[in-house]
């Protein structure tokens, strides 16, 4: 596609409800990342995800986060059993391979999750 | 680990006018990278300058310039000209030469004002 595609870009669910986010990003980027955006607060990372390399997943914040790429391309990102603090604007990113030489990352325009 | 802080959680500048934006960050490498993203209320992220440590000139793209000092592991945004459409949340963000991860301060909301 064009441009990074996150899905859906509004979400409001009840708490302890799960919940899937979607990331569909540019055709040929091999490198996915997901990060979270709280009112007020930068972007913290979650997981990162490179060709077939196992994901990096140092930055998710507790076992009820969880994500998967499927055939290297969509990413969906779930949190069960949410929280009211799960609250946040969930950011997805896409880059070309060899990123280590660029530093530029597509985003999308993010889902923002609501938990009541 | 390495951070990044950004003291001003919000600015105003007259349109036309030049705004600073100021960021530090922290770390023990040598190399790395810093940029400065962009975020209109669209939400959508946009690189605005990216600047190499190991380069001493200060990266420049068209009204945006900045301002690295590595000792002082600072890295200002100036906006020249500023325009009704840089009005967005700024965000200054720091790589390891060979990491895969970016690290994002906090960011400062910018309203530039007609």
């Known amino acids: 596609g064009a441009g990074v595609s996150q899905s859906p870009s509004n979400k409001v669910t009840e708490k302890g409800k799960d919940v899937e986010l979607r990331c569909d990003p540019i055709s040929g980027h091999t490198a996915l990342y997901w990060y979270r955006q709280s009112l007020g607060q930068g972007l913290e990372f979650l997981i990162y995800?490179?060709?077939?390399?196992?994901?990096?997943k140092s930055g998710l914040p507790s076992d009820r986060f969880s994500a998967e790429r499927t055939g290297g391309s969509v990413s969906t990102l779930t949190i069960q059993r949410t929280q009211q603090e799960d609250s946040a604007v969930y950011l997805c990113a896409s880059s070309l391979a060899g990123f280590a030489n660029t530093g530029e990352l597509f985003f999308g325009e993010g889902s923002r999750l609501t938990v009541l | 680990a390495q951070t990044v802080t950004q003291s001003q959680p919000e600015m105003s500048v007259q349109e036309a006018e030049t705004v600073t934006l100021s960021c530090t960050y922290d770390t023990s490498e040598n190399n790395y990278y810093l940029f400065w993203y962009k975020q209109p209320p669209s939400r959508q992220m946009i690189l605005v300058i990216r600047q190499e440590a190991y380069k001493q000139q200060n990266a420049t793209e068209n009204r945006f310039s900045v301002n690295f000092q590595k000792a002082a592991k600072s890295f200002s945004l100036k906006i020249s000209d500023s325009q009704l459409g840089d009005t967005a949340m700024y965000f200054c963000a720091f790589k390891e030469e060979y990491g895969n991860k970016l690290v994002f301060g906090a960011g400062t909301i910018l309203r530039v004002k007609s």
């Open positions: 995800f490179q060709g077939n390399s196992a994901p990096d």
